[in-house]
């Protein structure tokens, strides 16, 4: 990156952010969305058609008069590499200005708990040396995953522990591109706010059925992360007698009977006893397996993800009389199966909520389903476009010039 390029993403951020998230608007869209007014907003918009970075995009629709140009970011002037972890792999994909992914979707499989940070950048250089775009072309990485995370400080309490420094100085050290941390949950509600179906409600809490059973949330239209991003720890309430130790260190945590994984070691242990099964004819049995043979009507599988999702609508129910949500999202890897989880997910409700607090709030199945998270790591750079980002990039020129 340029020193000039570096300003112009400095100068201008929220116009390209506007135009990332929305993919097309009016120079008066962008105006609404930035506060600043459409003189200003042309002058903007005129500046980055001549450094290259938009383009107009025919005229808008008009109820009378004239019609008012359209304008759109070029897709192929930077990239965005996002970087998608949950407990057993990771998803590495290229994107574009226009929010399309321009690579395969490489995956590399591990156990985190077991992960070594010098493994895992060995992998990301992996994947920049085969993707077939310069590492120049790439403004950020957006790395998100499990665990305890603090967005500001850069840190994964739980995984990828490095010594002497913070997970993302490790990684900027070694691939040179600057990089943004954030848990998994929160990219998802992120990628739902910006992409999917809670852009436009003001309050949402984001499911994310995934390997556990995270939570993004939005609160006042924006991505709410706590005193030290460490907030949506849901899969964690103790709701259980069940004597289970959870990952956590506590006993009888949600997570303990309606996680993914605990799906898995149930039905494990329903085919050790004879069940019968369309699970049983695999050699190993997984959560992809299960939610697979679920949609196929296998009434073992949707038993089990019945099961899972009337804890997960108990949880949901203390959710509900604490935060009074619009809406609430199923999104995440479990989702795709959204339709099973719905109606015993309403008989906890039914069950457990005053009526007068689930009148208001809507649940959502998500559209953006297993892309959730690599949609939300790549916005999570766009999020940083500005002060933060240009700071890491000139860091990184300056260690490189220093070397």
């Given at each position: 990156m340029t020193a000039h390029s570096i300003e112009i993403l400095l100068n201008y951020s929220e116009a390209i952010k506007c135009l990332y998230y929305n993919e097309v608007l009016t120079s008066a869209d962008i105006s609404n969305y930035t506060g600043k007014s459409i003189p200003h907003t042309i002058k903007v918009l005129n500046e980055l058609i001549k450094e290259g970075y938009v383009a107009e995009k025919g005229f808008a629709s008009s109820s009378g008069?004239?019609?008012?140009?359209?304008?759109?970011?070029?897709?192929?002037?930077?990239?965005?590499?996002?970087?998608?972890?949950d407990q057993f792999s990771a998803q590495m994909v290229v994107v574009d200005m226009n929010n399309n992914f321009v690579s395969n979707v490489a995956r590399y499989e591990f156990d985190i708990h077991l992960l070594q940070a010098e493994t895992f950048v060995d992998?990301?250089?992996?994947?920049?040396?085969?993707?077939?775009?310069?590492?120049?072309?790439?403004?950020?990485?957006?790395?998100?995953?499990?665990?305890?995370?603090?967005?500001?400080?850069?840190?994964?309490?739980?995984?990828?522990?490095?010594?002497?420094?913070?997970?993302?100085?490790?990684i900027e050290q070694n691939i040179s591109i600057p990089v943004f941390l954030d848990n998994d949950s929160t990219a998802i509600a992120l990628a739902e706010q910006k992409f999917g179906v809670a852009a436009h409600i003001k309050n949402v809490m984001v499911l994310n059925l995934g390997w556990g059973i995270g939570l993004g949330m939005i609160l006042n239209d924006k991505i709410f992360r706590g005193n030290n991003g460490l907030a949506g720890e849901f899969s964690h309430i103790p709701l259980f007698k069940n004597g289970k130790l959870c990952i956590c260190g506590k006993h009888g945590c949600l997570e303990t009977e309606a996680s993914l994984i605990a799906v898995?070691?149930?039905?494990?242990?329903?085919?050790?006893?004879?069940?019968?099964t369309s699970l049983a004819n695999y050699k190993e049995v997984d959560a992809d397996v299960i939610i697979t043979e679920a949609i196929k009507g296998d009434v073992f599988s949707v038993k089990l993800i019945s099961e899972a999702a009337y804890h997960v609508g108990e949880g949901l129910a203390i959710l509900i009389h604490l935060m009074n949500p619009g809406a609430i999202v199923l999104s995440g890897k479990g989702s795709v199966v959204g339709k099973l989880w719905l109606a015993p997910i309403q008989q906890a409700i039914n069950e457990h909520c005053i009526p007068m607090l689930t009148n208001y709030t809507e649940f959502i199945i998500s559209n953006l389903n297993t892309k959730a998270q690599l949609i939300g790591g790549a916005a999570l750079v766009v999020e940083n476009f500005g002060k933060k980002l240009a700071d890491k990039m000139a860091a990184i020129e300056e260690n490189a010039f220093v070397s």
């Open positions: 008069g004239r019609k008012p140009l359209n304008y759109s970011l070029v897709a192929d002037t930077h990239y965005l590499l996002s970087v998608a972890l992998d990301l250089k992996n994947f920049l040396e085969n993707c077939g775009l310069s590492k120049n072309n790439i403004l950020g990485i957006g790395l998100t995953m499990p665990g305890f995370v603090d967005t500001d400080a850069g840190i994964n309490y739980t995984f990828l522990k490095v010594e002497g420094q913070t997970l993302v100085e490790y898995t070691a149930t039905a494990k242990e329903g085919i050790r006893q004879g069940q019968i």
